[in-house]
């Protein structure tokens, strides 16, 4: 059985269906008998969802890109 650990690191090629017949077979078995994961799948949807499609930085606030800035150095 697939550990907890191991779950959240497949739950990207799950949501991307990458996940081979055998993996995804063990990955929903995982998330039926782990309510804990089915949580965190339930998280990483929504998270997804919300998220915008946005790669172009010149959209995002000048005062957001400088504190992100500052916690680099």
């Known amino acids: 059985m697939l550990t907890c650990r191991r779950v959240a690191e ?3 090629a799950h949501l991307e269906g990458a996940l ?3 993996q995804d077979l ?3 078995f ?3 008998v782990c ?3 089915r949580t965190h799948l339930g998280k990483m ?3 997804i969802r919300a998220l915008p499609h946005v790669s172009d930085h010149s ?3 000048d005062d957001v890109i ?3 800035s500052s916690l680099e150095g």
Do not use: Y
Request: net charge positive; hydrophobic share 35%.
């Open 35 to 37: 309510p804990s994961c």
């Open 10 to 12: 497949m739950v990207t």
């Open 26 to 28: 063990r990955f929903r």
């Open 66 to 68: 400088e504190k992100l």
């Open 45 to 47: 949807e929504r998270l």
């Open 59 to 61: 959209k995002t606030p």
């Open 20 to 22: 081979g017949s055998w």
């Open 30 to 32: 995982h998330l039926l």
